[in-house]
């Protein structure tokens, strides 16, 4: 593993690469913080070398802002959080689906996190539905459909035609945050794009969105399991 000024970084050649790319992750395969430098199919390895240097206050950044990340996940334990309530996770023997008692997620003994999206997913439709239907009441508009997806750099989106589209992981964000994300999805449906008058919207709407915005600016890489 080359190593520059005590960050150790791997390298990944990709024949997609156009050019020479810095991905910084929080969870590496111990656990901790790792950068990874991905080199076109014919870059020179010293080209990762010089990224390293070239970008270095950013990737120092970069790994501050994943320990945190990491942190704030080791501090949740053997809980799970659902709109802002933390559930305990209660392994069972023979279980193959997640079930919700009270404040505790029944999980299948092992590796529960694909039962777990499942469960979310299936949570997810619900309380977004429900959301949806009450604000778009509410204002006089529709909408022509929900998907529940795992969008990697989006949380919502509102296609031309009024079919929404909603990540899953918004159930492990605070209540407030995702009817945050419902309503700027709504007055969407109104203003497409993100000029000043949907931003006035959206205030009118939802007074206050800056904070919610903001939360999930800093904490969205938390919403994972």
Request: a positive charge; glycine letters at 6%.
């Amino acid at each position: 593993m080359p190593e520059l000024a005590e960050i150790p970084y791997t390298i990944r050649r990709s024949a997609r690469a156009s050019r020479v790319r810095v991905n910084v992750s929080a969870r590496g395969g111990d656990g901790s913080s790792c950068v990874e430098v991905v080199l076109p199919a014919r870059a020179p390895e010293r080209a990762a070398a010089a990224a390293m240097v070239e970008l270095r206050p950013w990737i120092e950044r970069r790994l501050a802002e994943a320990e945190r990340v990491r942190a704030q996940l080791a501090a949740r334990g053997r809980t799970l959080p659902y709109l802002g309530v933390p559930l305990e996770l209660i392994p069972q023997r023979g279980r193959a689906r997640v079930t919700r008692r009270g404040e505790r997620l029944l999980v299948p003994e092992g590796d529960a996190r694909s039962a777990l999206e499942r469960f979310y997913r299936r949570a997810a439709r619900a309380e977004i539905a429900a959301r949806l239907d009450d604000a778009t009441e509410l204002v006089g508009t529709s909408y022509s459909g929900l998907h529940i997806r795992a969008q990697r750099t989006r949380w919502a989106s509102c296609s031309p035609g009024g079919l929404m589209s909603f990540n899953w992981r918004l159930l492990l964000a605070p209540e407030r945050v995702l009817d945050y994300v419902v309503w700027h999805e709504v007055c969407h449906l109104e203003i497409a794009d993100h000029s000043r008058a949907f931003w006035r919207l959206l205030e009118r709407r939802w007074p206050g969105y800056h904070d919610d915005r903001r939360w999930l600016a800093r904490n969205g890489a938390t919403l994972v399991i």
